[in-house]
């Protein structure tokens, strides 16, 4: 505020000082007396200013500044009126006048000693050299906003100055594009300041965070400025749709000016010319990068198919014993590990930092966990179920409640073929906590069945057809021996179990076979088969009958 007061005192020697000999003494309105007056008032100021020491000339200076802003309202008021003294009221304008182009002209110099006092500045004075050239650039501001409207006044009062206008319309667009490339200059700089704060070292923290915090406040101040500019040249009739766009690529601010038609369509100029200058510069370096893009997933693909085989072969040794899906799961993987390596270094070939795209996978990773935590528990059961190898494709089991033929394995579920014909896709998490039973694993199974003759039949000659029956079979296996005993007496039968062995393959054949065989030789021997019956006795109609005879 000071500096501005000096402005006053610059400007009020010349001006006031004149209309203190000059003023008219005839009698007056009242707001012609009161502008009068404190033209008289802000020269005996100005007197006193001159007289006046430490904080008391701070406060005379105050006083004049406020005063000479009370002239300007009643200037405004008077010009809005068609019978106001003209001859007074453009003499009065016309020192405003002489007061703005004086003040422009400090304000001009002292801009630029600001600056130099920022850049020459250390970093713990930066912010004081900061805040000084700040207020220089508001001041200058305001005092343009004065001009224009000195200029208009006079045009209200049949003295327009084209020339002066003319002269003022220059030197905003000039101050807009100045202010433009600043805003750009210091908005980069900012970027580049918290990238080296990113990378910087421990010891280099301190420092840096003080270069950003400088940096923001000078793009803060940037943008101020030129969004005060903006305004002003809006109200001269300069077309600011170029400078609007700057803004609202720097800082992201969304604001009505955007709906203008001219700012859309020169934004998006803008960024078709620079997607154009960008695509020319990196178009051969592009075509280029994807090339060898291309290049490098098609060598890892084929690469990924010959490790395949590699391991296919491999893991189907006879000596290995291995499930198939085991088998399954290694040749999988090495061929997914194999072809993402690959893609990975693919993705640095073409400029990608890799760290970031590491970092999101692992996130990525665990909030997948969370939301599919049953699919993990399957997957965890899967790789239990091939490490232990219950089972395998083939084999017959019965295994999460379902009996059937394993149709398929994966690391999440099993495929089960029933004997109807139908395929069920079971969890490995269900057939892990249940009990598994194998049914084809073992190449040799025991056959049991159990036969019963009636208590009134030879038990030996029964026991000697259950022998020939056996022993008769081609698929009963002779080692181990079959067995053939008397077993249980039951209440209505003798029962024999008979425990041939076969091959796992003829299971059912021999079961059916020596069922069949068993029913018709028992029946040509004349031995009989029990089965449950009853005898009913009624006692009640023998003693009626006997009672109807006497």
Not at 30 to 51: A, F, H, M, R, T
Not at 337 to 347: D, K, M, P, Q, S
Request: no cysteine; glycine share 4%; aromatic share 8%.
């Amino acid at each position: 505020m000071r500096f501005l007061v000096l402005i006053l005192l610059l400007v009020s020697s010349l001006s006031f000082a004149e209309s203190k000999a000059d003023a008219p003494k005839l009698t007056a309105p009242p707001q012609v007396e009161q502008l009068l007056q404190l033209s008289s008032e802000i020269s005996s100021l100005i007197d006193e200013s001159e007289k006046a020491k430490g904080s008391s000339k701070d406060v005379v200076r105050s006083q004049i500044l406020n005063k000479n802003d009370e002239v300007r309202d009643i200037l405004a008021s008077l010009i809005a009126k068609k019978n106001s003294d003209k001859k007074l009221l453009l003499e009065q304008v016309n020192k405003q006048v002489i007061f703005v182009k004086r003040a422009n002209k400090y304000l001009d110099e002292k801009s630029i000693i600001d600056q130099d006092a920022l850049d020459k500045a250390k970093d713990a004075d930066k912010l004081v050299a900061l805040k000084s050239l700040e207020e220089t650039r508001n001041f200058s501001t305001m005092v343009i906003r004065q001009e224009w409207q000195n200029y208009q006044w006079l045009e209200k009062l049949g003295e327009p100055s084209p020339q002066a206008v003319k002269d003022l319309t220059s030197k905003v667009e000039h101050r807009l594009e100045f202010m433009s490339a600043s805003l750009i200059f210091d908005s980069e700089a900012l970027e580049l300041a918290k990238k080296q704060l990113k990378s910087g070292t421990e010891g280099e923290t301190g420092s840096l965070q003080l270069t950003q915090v400088l940096t923001e406040r000078l793009v803060e101040s940037d943008t101020e400025t030129l969004e005060q500019l903006i305004d002003v040249a809006d109200q001269i009739g300069i077309d600011t749709a170029e400078f609007k766009k700057v803004l609202f690529e720097q800082t992201g601010n969304v604001t009505n000016d955007l709906l203008n038609s001219k700012v859309i369509w020169s934004i998006a100029s803008g960024w078709t010319t620079d997607f154009k200058d960008w695509l020319l510069a990196n178009l051969p370096q592009l075509i280029f990068k994807v090339f060898i893009f291309v290049l490098i997933i098609f060598a890892f693909r084929t690469l990924k198919n010959i490790v395949r085989k590699m391991v296919k072969k491999a893991v189907s040794a006879k000596n290995l014993k291995m499930t198939m899906l085991m088998q399954e799961f290694f040749i999988s993987m090495s061929g997914k590990i194999v072809f993402g390596i690959g893609l990975l270094i693919a993705l640095s070939q073409v400029g990608l930092n890799l760290a970031p795209v590491l970092t999101g996978f692992g996130v990525a990773g665990i909030i997948v966990g969370f939301a599919l935590q049953d699919t993990l528990a399957n997957f965890a059961a899967g790789v239990m179920l091939l490490i232990y190898r219950p089972f395998d494709v083939g084999d017959l089991v019965e295994a999460g409640g379902i009996t059937g033929k394993v149709s398929h394995m994966s690391l999440v579920n099993t495929t089960i073929k029933t004997f109807t014909n139908e395929m069920l896709m079971i969890p490995n998490g269900k057939i892990w906590g249940d009990i598994i039973k194998n049914v084809t694993h073992e190449k040799v199974r025991r056959v049991d069945m159990v036969f019963g003759i009636g208590y009134s039949d030879d038990v030996e000659k029964a026991e000697n057809v259950l022998n020939e029956i056996v022993a008769e079979h081609p698929s009963v296996l002779r080692s181990p021996e079959p067995t053939v005993k008397l077993h249980t007496l039951n209440s209505s039968s003798v029962d024999f179990v008979v425990r041939p062995w076969a091959k796992t393959d003829d299971y059912w054949d021999v079961y059916w076979d020596i069922t069949r065989e068993v029913k018709m030789r028992f029946d040509r021997e004349g031995i009989s088969i029990p089965f449950p019956q009853q005898d009913v006795h009624l006692h009640m109609v023998e003693k009626a009958i006997e009672s109807n005879k006497a």
